[in-house]
Structures are given as structure tokens and as C-alpha cells.
């Protein structure tokens, strides 16, 4: 069972909007930054977000990052193709010390 | 460009030892905190264990904690994991990742993968 806590699937359209949230708790998400990642599995994962809703250079603005309480999420707009992919959430849990990841959401372009 | 390259895994029956190597280049080593992440097959990803720049702060996920070493050596802009009495749920890819400022995960290298069977 993963600290933080996200839906398994999400699904859209090309050019849609889309959304995956991502549970934790007062010593993780609560009091500390989230970051998002995107995998392939087999290929190495690439940093989306950092710090709740910081940009790396080369992420397009499509992908925004957004935190209230113990919650955050993910936003794709103007869905493509190529962002199928699985999508985690983690952040560093001050009552374990240790980062933590999400389960994980597949996310399917219909 | 950072680059990181992960090496040394293998196939190791439960109870045996293996040590992984992530060479780095493109960042100043000695002042980036660097992570070891793995993903079993058909799971998530977990982070395994950390390294401050300098070694003075280690962390360690609770599932390897007393089995797994992480150490680094910033003359050779390597870091290392030591992984001791190995398990069947212990197979998986182990990424090598490096920190920028305190956050974990912003460069990664391509991952080795360490199976543990008989």
C-alpha cells in the first residue's frame, strides 16, 4: 500500500484535458513539495514537476502541477498521443524519512 | 548534459550480495544528493534509499533498511549501492537519480536490472 494514494487509470481524447490527483497526509503532501514524474516502463523516468508546480526546462506548459492541503494534481491539457504513459506522484515523508511515490496512473489516449 | 549510467546487475540467488555502480557526469557531483528508485515487475516505482553530496545523511526505505548500503565517491563521480541478503521481491530495474537542490528525481540514468532467483 503506497503512502500516497492515486486513482490506477485516467483516460481522454486527443486534445482534452486531463486530471490525476494524488492523496497523502500531513508529514508528506501536507508539509513538504510534491514532484511528478512520467514513465515508460523499461525507459528511465522524466521529471515533470517539482516543488508542487515548477516546470523543468523542456516540459511543455500543457503540464501544470497544483497542491491544496494534504492533495495534489496533475494537469494535462490538449491531450496527445504521446502522453500515454504511467504518471507518479512523490513526495518526502518527514515521519518515515524517506520519499514516497504514489501507486502509479495509467493514463490512456482513447 | 547530465548522464547517468547504472551497472552491476545480474542475476543472484536469494541470500547472495550484488553492488550496483551509477557512474555521473555533466553536474557537480560532490554537491548533488543522489537517490537509488527501483520498479518490481508490474509495480510502481519505489524510492530505495538517498545520499546527501557530501555523505552525511543517509536514508533508507524501510523494506531495505540493514540490507542495502548506499555510499558515494565524489573523486570518481560515482555512487554506489551495496545491496547484502537478497530476496525474490528485491527484482527489479534500479535507477540511479540525482537531485537538484532538495528535490529528489530531476536527472535519471536508464535503470540495470537485478534478479533474484534460484
Known amino acids: 500500500q503506497s503512502a500516497l494514494t492515486q486513482p490506477p487509470s485516467a483516460s481522454g481524447t486527443p486534445g482534452q484535458r486531463v486530471t490525476i490527483s494524488c492523496s497523502g497526509s500531513n508529514s508528506n503532501i501536507g508539509s513538504r513539495r510534491v514532484n511528478w514524474f512520467q514513465h515508460l516502463p523499461g525507459t528511465a523516468p522524466k521529471l515533470l514537476i517539482y516543488s508542487d508546480y515548477e516546470r523543468p526546462s523542456g516540459v511543455p506548459d500543457r503540464f501544470s502541477g497544483s497542491k491544496s492541503d494534504s492533495s495534489a494534481s496533475l494537469a494535462i491539457s490538449g491531450l496527445q498521443s504521446e502522453d500515454e504513459a504511467d504518471y507518479y506522484c512523490?513526495?518526502?515523508?518527514?515521519?518515515?524519512?524517506?520519499?514516497?511515490f504514489g501507486g502509479g496512473t495509467k493514463l490512456t489516449v482513447l | 548534459e547530465v548522464e547517468l549510467l547504472e551497472s552491476g546487475g545480474g542475476l543472484v540467488q536469494p541470500g547472495g550480495s550484488l553492488r550496483l555502480s551509477c557512474a555521473a557526469s555533466g553536474l557537480s557531483f560532490s554537491n548533488s544528493a543522489m537517490s537509488w528508485v527501483r520498479q518490481a515487475p508490474g509495480k510502481g516505482l519505489e524510492w530505495v534509499s538517498g545520499?546527501?553530496?557530501?555523505?552525511?545523511?543517509?536514508y533508507y526505505a524501510e523494506s531495505v533498511k540493514g540490507r542495502f548500503t548506499i555510499s558515494r565517491d565524489n573523486f570518481k563521480n560515482t555512487l554506489y549501492l551495496q545491496m547484502n541478503s537478497l530476496r525474490a521481491d528485491d527484482t527489479a530495474i534500479y535507477y540511479c537519480?540525482?537531485?537538484?537542490?532538495?528535490?529528489?528525481?530531476?536527472?535519471w540514468g536508464q535503470g540495470t536490472l537485478v534478479t533474484v532467483s534460484s
Open positions: 545520499i546527501s553530496g557530501d555523505s552525511t545523511y543517509r
Open positions: 512523490a513526495a518526502w515523508d518527514g515521519s518515515v524519512n524517506a520519499w514516497v
Open positions: 537519480s540525482a537531485y537538484v537542490g532538495g528535490s529528489m528525481g530531476h536527472h
